[in-house]
C-alpha cells in the first residue's frame, strides 16, 4: 500500500511539468512541504466536502521517498499542488504516512466496500394472478430453457423479450387439454401486467463480499468491462468517422451514443468516487494521480467555456448539446419565433381574477378566442444546440481512457485494502 502512494506521488510530478521543474530548481528544500491537492475537478454538484487531510511530501530527495511523505491538516489548496514552509502556521497536525495509513484503515468501515460487492443475479421473483388455470408467474434466471410451465405456475427466464414469450407461452398452452382459445386470449393481457409487476420489483443482490477473491470480477470491476466494451466501440467509430470511404453520418451518431451514454452513467459514477475519496481519504491517496489525469484529459479537450478547474456539469452539458443538434431535427429550427400578430387577432379578450382561495390557480385566467391554439403552439420548443469540433470527438477518447483507468486503480485500491 505504501509503495502504491510512493509510485503516485512520483508520477504525478512526472506528469506536472511546472511541479517536475520547481522541484530540480527549488532552493531551502529542508524546510519546504510540497502539498498534494485533495480535488482536481470543478466540484459541481458534489455533496460531500472536500476531506480536511492532504497528502504531502519533503522534497529533499526525488524520486519521493516512503520516509518523505507525510499528511497534514490546515492547509486548504485550490490549485493541483502548493509549496509551503514546515512552520506555516496554518498547519493543525502532521503524521507520517505509516500513522495516517493506520488512522484511516480503522475508520474505514464496511459500506464502502459496496463498491466492490459480489452481485449475485440469481433472484427469483414471484407474482399471483387471477386466473382461472394460471395462478403465478415467475422471472426464474436459473431455468434450463426460457419457458417453462409446471401446472398453474409459468416461469419466464428473461423478461426483457415479451413478445416472444407470449408466442412461446401461447405455443405451449395451446397443447394442454385444460386449455382453450378463450382461455389463452384471457391470459395475455394478465400476463403482459404481470410482466410488468415483475420488471418493477426485478433486483440484484450486491453482497459484501468478506474477501476479494483473486480472478473473480466485482461490481466496479463488472462496470470497467462494460465502459471498455463502449471503448472499442468509440474507437472504430472514430476511425471510420475519419475514413472517407465509410458512412460518416452513422459512425458520428455512433460516437454521440456512446458519449451521451458515458455523460449519463460513467459521470454519476465519477461523482460517487469523488465523494468516497472525499469521506475516505485513503482511497484517494493510492489512486490520486488517476484523478489528476482525467482532470487533465478534460481540461485538453477543445471547448471555450472552461473554468479554472475542469468542470463536470460543464463537459456533460457540451456532449448533450452536441447530441441535440444531430437527434434532435425533425422540425429543423435552432432559434426562437417572435410571431407578430396583426393587431385585430385577440378578440373577445375576458380577464378573470379573485377566484375563491384554494381553487386551482387555472381559475385566475385570461381568456379570448382561439386561446386553446395559442396554448397548443406555446407547447413547441426547440433544443439548445452546440456545433462541436472532430477534435473534441477525438480528445474526448482520452476521457473516457482515464476514467476507465480511475475505476480500475479504485478497485486495486479496494484489492489493496482488503489484502
Not at 397548443?376 to 477534435?391: G, K
Request: positive net charge; aromatic residues 8%.
Amino acid at each position: 500500500m505504501n509503495r502504491k502512494i510512493v509510485k503516485n506521488i512520483n508520477e504525478f510530478i512526472k506528469d506536472v511539468s511546472d511541479l517536475n521543474d520547481t522541484l530540480r530548481n527549488l532552493r531551502d528544500k529542508d524546510n519546504r512541504i510540497i502539498v498534494i491537492n485533495n480535488s482536481f475537478l470543478f466540484r459541481d454538484n458534489i455533496k460531500t466536502n472536500k476531506n480536511i487531510k492532504y497528502l504531502a511530501f519533503y522534497p529533499t530527495s526525488i524520486p519521493v521517498t516512503e520516509e518523505n511523505i507525510i499528511v497534514i491538516e490546515g492547509i486548504e489548496l485550490k490549485s493541483d499542488y502548493q509549496i509551503i514552509k514546515k512552520d506555516d502556521n496554518r498547519i493543525i497536525n502532521i503524521d507520517k504516512l505509516n500513522e495516517a495509513l493506520k488512522k484511516e484503515q480503522d475508520n474505514l468501515g464496511k459500506i464502502v466496500y459496496v463498491l466492490m460487492g459480489e452481485i449475485d443475479k440469481n433472484v427469483e421473483i414471484q407474482t399471483m394472478i387471477n386466473h382461472s388455470v394460471i395462478k403465478k408467474i415467475s422471472f426464474s434466471p436459473n431455468i434450463k430453457n426460457q419457458i417453462e410451465i409446471h401446472f398453474s405456475e409459468i416461469k419466464v427466464k428473461n423478461i426483457e423479450s415479451e413478445e416472444e414469450n407470449w408466442i412461446k407461452i401461447e405455443e405451449m398452452l395451446s397443447e394442454r387439454s385444460d386449455f382453450d382459445e378463450e382461455l389463452i386470449l384471457n391470459l395475455k393481457k394478465i400476463i403482459g401486467n404481470a410482466f410488468d409487476q415483475i420488471k418493477k420489483e426485478a433486483y440484484l443482490n450486491l453482497k459484501i463480499p468478506e474477501k476479494l477473491e483473486k480472478g473473480k470480477k466485482y461490481f466496479l470491476e463488472l462496470i470497467s468491462d462494460s465502459v471498455k466494451e463502449q471503448i472499442k466501440l468509440y474507437i472504430e467509430a472514430l476511425s471510420k468517422l475519419k475514413s472517407t470511404g465509410s458512412d460518416r453520418q452513422r459512425s458520428y451518431n455512433e460516437i454521440l451514443r456512446i458519449s451521451y451514454n458515458f455523460s449519463d452513467d460513467a459521470i454519476r459514477l465519477l461523482k460517487l468516487l469523488i465523494s468516497v475519496c472525499d469521506l475516505k481519504p485513503i482511497i484517494l491517496w493510492l489512486t490520486f494521480n488517476s484523478h489528476y489525469r482525467l482532470t487533465e484529459s478534460i481540461k485538453l479537450l477543445p471547448w471555450s467555456k472552461q473554468a479554472t478547474k475542469p468542470s463536470i456539469n460543464k463537459y456533460v452539458e457540451t456532449i448533450k448539446k452536441a447530441r441535440n443538434k444531430s437527434f434532435h431535427r425533425l422540425i429543423p429550427f435552432s432559434k426562437s419565433f417572435l410571431v407578430h400578430l396583426p393587431n385585430d387577432s385577440i378578440k373577445d379578450v375576458i380577464l378573470r381574477i379573485f377566484s375563491e382561495f384554494g381553487q386551482s390557480k387555472k381559475s385566475n385566467r385570461l381568456e379570448y378566442k382561439d386561446k386553446e391554439l395559442v396554448d397548443v403552439l406555446m407547447e413547441f420548443t426547440r433544443t439548445s444546440e452546440e456545433i462541436v469540433p472532430q477534435n473534441f470527438w477525438e480528445k474526448n477518447l482520452a476521457v473516457l481512457e482515464n476514467t476507465v483507468k480511475l475505476i480500475d486503480e479504485t478497485a486495486d485500491a479496494f484489492r489493496l485494502l482488503k489484502s
